[in-house]
Nanobody, 123 residues
C-alpha cells in the first residue's frame, strides 16, 4: 500500500491549507485514518482521526475548532482542512491507517505511513 500526502506549503498566520492523502493498493474504507505531525526534534504528534464511515472524528486539543478531518471513500482519499493556522502548526504532516475498531491516537497503532507533506506557517 502507498499513502500519498499532498497540499502542504508556506502560509501566513491565520491562513488555511487543505491536505489530501490518497491511498493506492488498499481500500481506504476498511481502515480508520489519522493525521499526525512531526516538528523538528520532536516526536510524532496525533492531530486528528476519522472512523471508517466518516461518521465520527477525534481531534487533538491543540487543533480543535481549527482543523477538520474528512474522507471520501469513493476517491480513496482522506483530507485535513486546516484553518486559523499558527506558527506552532509548522511540521511535516503524515497520514496513516489503522485496523483498530475505534479511533486511536498512539502512533504505534497506525501503519503504514505516507511520506509526509511540509506545512510552514510564518508569523
Amino acid at each position: 500500500v502507498q499513502l500519498q500526502a499532498s497540499g502542504g506549503g508556506l502560509v501566513q498566520t491565520g491562513g488555511s491549507l487543505r491536505l489530501s492523502c490518497v491511498a493506492s493498493g488498499r481500500t481506504l474504507s476498511n481502515y480508520v485514518m489519522g493525521w499526525f505531525r512531526q516538528a523538528p526534534g520532536q516526536g510524532r504528534e496525533f492531530v486528528a482521526g476519522i472512523n471508517r464511515s466518516g461518521s465520527s472524528t477525534y481531534n487533538a486539543d491543540s487543533v480543535k475548532g481549527r482543523f477538520t478531518i474528512s474522507r471520501d471513500n469513493a476517491k480513496n482519499t482522506v483530507y485535513l482542512q486546516m484553518n486559523s493556522l499558527k506558527p506552532e502548526d509548522t511540521a511535516v504532516y503524515y497520514c496513516a491507517m489503522s485496523t483498530q475498531a475505534t479511533i486511536p491516537s498512539r502512533p504505534s497503532l497506525f501503519g503504514p505511513w505516507g511520506q509526509g507533506t511540509q506545512v510552514t506557517v510564518s508569523s
